[in-house]
């Protein structure tokens, strides 16, 4: 059974900080890794797609990677806003058609 | 615009008040799904459907009940609602089970079972 943890559960930064996000899983027959953004209440924003074949995607200011021997994804985000505070959450997909996500990790960029 | 839309947003109602929550996309997908997302425990799957007339169980199916009659909708149905059903739910959809594209997902519905 697929197990995804994402660590930390929470971070706080200075406005203009580079930082990065991780997603850890355990079984690395994947088809794709998909980073998603959700605030407070709303729903998810599909921010990055990475196939199983693929290493990396970039958009903008953010740069997700994916090491499947590893069982590693990480969500870079260069000069942080604090517009970019949300969650931010990795979903895998497997050898079934679900997502399988992690808990998310807490992003607040303070001015 | 492509999206999935949900409605309502926001419903409170009384236990065991039958109700129905939809859900409908405009990109011609195969595949819909449902999520509820509680603190600490994350985004869990109730149902799926790979295509009208085919739906499937998630993790956590106990108490929903879901239709595909239609490519576009796939309605969440509550048949006598608890409070432990008290939750945010999305609504997915994507083409070839979301292997190429990933997935898309509405904006939730807020539910409250008193």
């Known amino acids: 059974k697929q197990e995804v943890t994402q660590i930390p559960a929470a971070l706080s930064v200075p406005e203009g900080e580079n930082l990065v996000l991780n997603c850890s899983f355990t079984d690395s027959a994947i088809y794709n890794l998909q980073w998603f953004r959700q605030d407070p209440g709303k729903g998810l924003t599909s921010l990055l797609l990475i196939q199983s074949s693929q290493r990396e995607q970039t958009s903008g200011r953010l740069n997700a990677s994916l090491d499947k021997s590893s069982g590693r994804s990480t969500l870079y985000i260069a000069a942080s806003q604090p517009g970019d505070s949300a969650t931010y959450l990795c979903g895998l997909q497997g050898g079934s058609e679900k997502l399988v996500f992690g808990k998310g990790t807490k992003l607040t960029v303070n001015p | 615009e492509a999206q999935v839309t949900q409605n309502p947003r926001y419903l409170i109602t009384v236990t065991g008040k039958k109700l129905t929550v939809t859900c409908s996309q405009n990109m011609n997908h195969e595949y819909m799904s449902w999520y509820r997302q509680d603190p600490g425990l994350g985004l869990r799957q109730i149902y799926y459907?790979?295509?009208?007339?085919?739906?499937d169980k998630g993790d956590v199916p106990e108490g929903y009940k879901v239709s595909r009659k239609e490519k576009r909708n796939f309605p969440l149905i509550l048949e006598s609602p608890s409070p432990n059903q008290t939750s945010l739910y999305f609504c997915?959809?994507?083409?070839?089970?979301?292997?190429?594209?990933?997935?898309?997902f509405g904006s939730g519905t807020r539910l409250t079972v008193v």
């Open positions: 997915a959809s994507s083409s070839f089970g979301g292997r190429i594209y990933g997935y898309t």
């Open positions: 459907s790979m295509n009208v007339e085919v739906t």
